[in-house]
């Protein structure tokens, strides 16, 4: 247990992980829709401020696992309830914390119907999210990932747009089906390591190498379906398109980052030398969805569809920064995730706030607003050029990164650098894409519908929208700070990773011997 | 004091034997039934701790066989409590009705507590033959001729398998001489390199695959279900299969030694019921058919724990059967409240049920994701803690399988809680859900939620009560 800094304050992670649950069933007593919407944006917004007393308690200076809380929980199974937060899981324990609050707001009149189950909705998905990040024990990572599809499925399922039952169920079906062989890996891991379901104590264990290869793959499945990686992506914009805004930004900028959250947390430490066998295929397919989201997102003629396919290339960048597996890359991997929640969150509510302007997300009848809009297209406009990675935002400063990262990789290899090269198109359609986009809301063409009857954002809405666009700018000028939270434990992960670099180079050769 | 609850129900069968003489009205009888049922549940709640051996060692009463009665009589309870008049059966045979459904408890509880071969038999048989004949007491309104084919298909699958038993308690007898479980334990174990004795022991676990509706035997199940009244399949659903469960471990208490044909056996029993009952559930429409062949993939999940043949299997298995009886009354009592006439409900009936009946829906949705095995319901953590075990046996493809399992049989639950949650419609009629159902949803919510996230004192309780046989 020498990796974990034990908790001997305030339960602060246990506060924020069961605040949300204790508000949603508080709200099962309010009657009044008005009531249980400010009601969840007090608790929300209460999580949120608490989850930044993490921060003031988080150092900096160690990888340990810190604010550590363990309780026994079914004795039977050596089952526990341990929770703490490290350098990979605070940003984006914060970006869960943070987030939800503007999900509550971009609801307030988006959601008439059934006001009071949606709200239970998201505050239940937020206990879920938050202990998926901070669970240390592999039961209850398992217990809170599987019960997220619960809410998440209601959210589509009854608030969605025409096709939410197809898109609601290839949605459960996938996320389950991915991560059934993930619950065989866990009782693997548990049988193995003397019958306990403590994830650091899993990690840098001597596991043999072709059990390794198995538990990484029952990994990979769970993790690649849930990014979704290229060719495991197809609910995604299905789900993005029928689902509410503020389901749609939870998908983007969290339920996404749980895939690859789940490669650092669990592939790399616990099966290091498959992850590094198998690496160069993960890398590939990160391309390959890097340049076909690229691609399928320059086609598209739905707002949301395109930005559900940028996701695609986006997150197809963040696989890539993690799986070359150098520092450059991983920091830049998680950076980048935090940017693409901020990003992509915001981009979904600007496409929400049209909707409720044209109910409609179609490129075509959104053309010629910015003339109507000018704050929306002001907010509008920083959000799209972050997309892209334009310098001075916050997705410049990790996709370089990434990309940096992938040149190391191909120096280390002593090579042509083609992976980094490879991916490089992918940055190229995201400008093209986003800016098409740009440019039909903005001004479109001579026959623009008429749009003069629309109001441009209101008070509200600006609320929203402004501490995205705060922090799109602090990150892409200053990300300093947030590189800070997350070096210490990156660069430990690293370091174990090059003592079992040597083991895995023999065991590679013996495979293909 | 050790026989209490089985007197109780003698006496309370005798009740209703007499009322069944007399015209009486519906509401009244139910008053009685469920006044006598809670009484089953007291005597059996104040005898949980008693033991002792009765009728020469043909009769155990221990702390296994006590908390068996103990959910069987409240299972009892639940079902009596669903609907207060039962338009489902006919009127003239209500008291008949109570009658059979007593009688068959009180068959249920002689045979958790049955540690001899012929004990076993008769207590079987009677708790059977009384619902052979529960089943066809639908009336004909609701069922229009089906729940006599559902009668007569239950007692002739039923006589099949007693045949089968019966053929392996010969063989049981011939190569031990005795009936008494104990003796013929330790006489196996001298034989038990005979083919002769794998048989035996097969033919008479057939006995109680037929109850608990594994695969080979399972062919009664989808018309039975959908045949008999709803209440009636609540009954046979659930009430039954936690006998069978008691009777299987104790049966299985007999295998030692050379164990691999038999385990063999049941790791193929187990994945045929899990494959054949989550895929045939895929296409069903009507409600209890779906539930009848979702049961016979649980009974092959149940299975999982008892074929490890150890301690913390079996009682994994019982936390298991515990946890399906109530997932499944949730799910029954749903059905029940919206069948206001006694008609099988399909799938589309529940379209709106969000609107009709908020309650019920939530009910049924957890109800379904338990079954599902979605956390945090009991259905996640029972499965769980099977494969676990099963997996510590080292049946690590069963383990893969039945995970894959899992995964096919979502999309059937998913349809449905999508029926209950997703459509609007103005056409049906909102329903009227009493004070008692009301407050039956709320504790099996409750029940259902707390055997899933805190486990610890139900596994606790089938430890001990497993320990106490073994």
Known sequence: MDQLLFNSGFPIL?????????????????NSDQACRIFTLVVSGAVALLSLFVLADFDTATARFQLVEHHRWIEAFNINYTIGVDGISILLLLLTTLIMPFCVLASWTYITARVKIFMICLLVMETAMIGVFVALDFVLFYILWEAMLIPMYLLIAIWGGPRKIYASVKFFLYTLAGSILL??????????????????????????????????????????????????????????????????????????????????????????????????????????????????????????????????????????????????????????????????????????????????????????????????????????????????????????????????????????????????????????????????????????????????????????????????????????????????????????????????????????? | MSFLPELTLLGVSLVFFLLSLREANGKQLHAIAAGMATLVLLSALISLKSEGELFFKAYQVDYFSQLFKVLIALGTLLVILFCDRHPGITATVQAEYYLFMFISVLGLMMLVSSVELLAIFVSLELSSFAVYIMVPMRNRHSAAGIQVEAGIKYLLFGVMATGLMLFGMSYLFGLTGSTQLAVITEQLNLSFGQPAAVVAIILV????????????????????????????????????????????????????????????????????????????????????????????SHAGFVLVGLLTLEHEGYATAMYYIIGYVFMNLACFLVICTIATKGENVAIEDFTGLHKRAPLLAITLSIGLFALAGIPPFVGFTGKFFLLVNAFKQGHILLVVLAAINTAIAIYYYLSIVRVTFCTDSEIREPILVGGRQKILSLLLIVIVIAMGVAPSPFLEMTSVAIQAIM
């Open chain 1, 14 to 30: 246990s506060v924020l992980i069961f605040l949300p649950l204790a508000g949603a069933v508080a709200l099962l007593f309010l």
């Open chain 1, 183 to 513: 619950l065989v890996a866990i009782i693997w891991l548990y049988a193995t390591n003397n019958y306990s379901f403590f994830i650091p104590e899993m990690m840098w264990q001597d596991y043999p190498f072709s059990a390794q290869v198995l538990v990484f793959l029952a990994f990979f499945l769970a993790f690649a379906i849930k990014v979704p990686m290229f060719p495991f992506h197809t609910w995604l914009p299905a789900a993005h398109v029928e689902a509410p805004t503020a389901g749609s930004v939870i998908l983007a900028s969290i339920l996404l980052k749980m895939g690859t959250y789940g490669f650092l947390r669990f592939a790399l430490p616990i099966t290091p030398e498959a992850t590094i066998a198998l690496a160069p295929y993960v890398l590939w397919l990160s391309i390959a969805g890097i340049i076909y989201g690229g691609f399928t997102a320059l086609a598209q003629q739905d707002m949301k569809k395109l930005i559900a396919y940028s996701s695609v290339g986006h997150m197809g960048f963040v696989t890539l920064g993690i799986f070359v597996l150098n520092v450059r890359g991983v920091e830049g991997a998680i950076l980048q995730m935090v940017n693409h929640g901020i990003t992509t969150g915001a981009l979904f509510l600007c496409v929400g706030m049209i909707y409720e302007r044209t109910h409609s997300r179609e490129l075509l009848s959104a053309t010629g607003v910015g003339k109507y809009m000018p704050v929306f297209i002001t907010f509008l406009a920083f959000f799209s050029l972050s997309s892209f990675g334009f310098p001075g935002t916050n997705s410049f400063v990790g996709e370089f990164m990434i990309i940096a990262g992938a040149f190391q990789f191909d120096t280390a290899l002593q090579r042509f650098p083609t992976l980094a090269l490879a991916s490089i198109p992918g940055a190229v359609l995201a400008a093209a894409y986003m800016l098409r986009m740009l440019q039909k809301i903005i001004w479109g063409g001579t026959n623009n519908p008429d749009q003069s009857w629309i109001k441009d954002l209101n008070l509200r809405e600006i609320v929203v929208l402004t501490p995205f666009l705060f922090f799109v700018l602090w990150i892409g000028l200053g990300p300093q700070p947030f590189i800070d939270l997350m070096h210490c434990s990156v660069d430990h992960l690293l370091q174990q990773f090059e003592a079992h670099q040597n083991h895995a180079i023999a065991a590679a050769g013996a495979l293909i011997r």
């Open chain 2, 205 to 296: 676990l057939a006995g109680f695959f037929y109850k608990l509706a594994i695969f080979p035997l399972h062919f009664w199940v989808p018309d039975v279900y959908q045949g008999s009244a709803n209440e009636t399949t609540a009954f046979i659903a659930a009430i039954p299969k936690l006998a069978a469960v008691a009777l299987l471990i104790r049966l299985l208490t007999l295998v030692n030694g050379e164990t691999e044909a038999i385990v063999g056996l049941l790791v193929v029993c187990a994945l045929l019921s899990m494959f054949y009952g989550n895929l045939s559930a895929l296409v069903q429409k009507d409600i209890k058919r779906l539930l009848g062949f979702s049961g016979i």
